[in-house]
């Protein structure tokens, strides 16, 4: 687990193509927690190479305002995934923060990565390591998610694909990352096993969790419904493919300012029951126990680091 993992602030990551420098410009002037530059599903085949250039041109030239920067890198299976760590590390490794690998299905899809970044870096006088998010998005991936949550120090987050998830387990679907007419016949959440497995593996690990994009930029209800649904899961954040989803995003994987000032109400309740050598806690006519301790203390730390926090709730 990477010291930065639980410490960065990842609500939204905004993923732009990385062969249009127009579209990166402007992906880093918004108020995205986070940008990625996507190397793989949204650059042409004869476009590979000319998107590593304008990546490095980007990472050197552009001011991204204290967004993390992340690149996501072709699949380990293809023959474009090694030139884009060597020659993207190699000429603007100083200037980013993640790879995200896709189609992770094995521990050794990490440890490759995580082995030549230690090459690159040692090569290039990169002082500062790397980190790396998996893509969670084949059956492999979710059957073996503990081995690859546990594979490398540099991984800091688990990410979930449900489009090529879907597509991996033969699975029917209309829109990626929503619910269509086949969730009705199912009896309950299609992507509660694959979710909810993402979410433990990372809090075992110390790893965040990010939801997948949402394909319908045009229906802002459904795009509020499916981060709704993923921040009550335990999920840290979610990628956006539009600009217009980053207010939704970061309004739903922020606490609400009345769950912040509970919070601060319980830990200070907890504290005075302390001094006074109290046992029972009460607040708002409810008992407290370590439970709801630690959820307070997750949300106090989740509001510090999106800068919510006041001088009266920090006490």
């Not at 082995?115 to 690159?120: A, E, H, K």
């Not at 006088?125 to 979710?142: K, N, Y």
């Not at 029917?172 to 269509?180: N, V």
């Not at 990628?239 to 922020?254: D, K, L, M, R």
Request: a negative charge; proline letters at 4%.
């Amino acid at each position: 687990m990477s010291d930065f993992a639980v410490l960065r602030l990842e609500r939204s990551t905004l993923i732009v193509p990385a062969s249009n420098p127009a579209m990166i410009a402007k992906a880093a002037a918004t108020a995205a927690d986070a940008v990625c530059l996507d190397c793989e599903d949204a650059v042409a085949p004869d476009q590979k190479s000319a998107a590593r250039g304008h990546v490095v041109t980007a990472l050197r030239e552009i001011d991204f305002g204290g967004k993390l920067r992340l690149i996501r890198i072709n699949g380990l299976d293809t023959h474009y995934a090694y030139r884009d760590l060597i020659e993207i590390v190699e000429g603007a490794g100083a200037s980013l923060d993640l790879i995200v690998v896709p189609k992770v299905g094995r521990r050794d899809d990490v440890s490759f990565v995580a082995t030549l970044l230690d090459q690159i870096e040692a090569a290039c006088g990169v002082a500062r390591p790397i980190g790396i998010e998996a893509l969670i998005e084949t059956a492999a991936g979710i059957h073996r998610l503990a081995e690859i949550a546990a594979a490398s120090p540099r991984l800091e987050g688990l990410i979930f694909g449900s489009g090529d998830y879907a597509a991996s387990l033969q699975m029917p679907l209309e829109t990626i990352g929503g619910l269509d007419s086949h969730d009705a016949l199912y009896p309950g959440h299609r992507w509660h096993f694959a979710m909810h497995s993402i979410v433990s593996a990372a809090r075992t690990y110390g790893l965040r969790a990010i939801d997948g994009p949402f394909a319908g930029i045009k229906d802002p209800e459904s795009l509020r419904r499916m981060a709704q649904i993923a921040r009550v899961m335990g999920f840290d954040g979610k990628w956006c493919i539009h600009p217009g989803q980053i207010e939704t995003v970061n309004a739903i994987f922020s606490p609400a300012e009345q769950e912040i000032a509970w919070a601060a109400r319980v830990i200070a309740a907890y504290d005075a029951a302390l001094t006074a050598g109290r046992g029972a806690v009460s607040v708002d006519g409810k008992m407290i126990d370590a439970a709801n301790l630690k959820t307070c203390r997750h949300i106090l730390a989740r509001a510090e680091r999106a800068g919510l926090m006041t001088a009266t709730t920090r006490g």
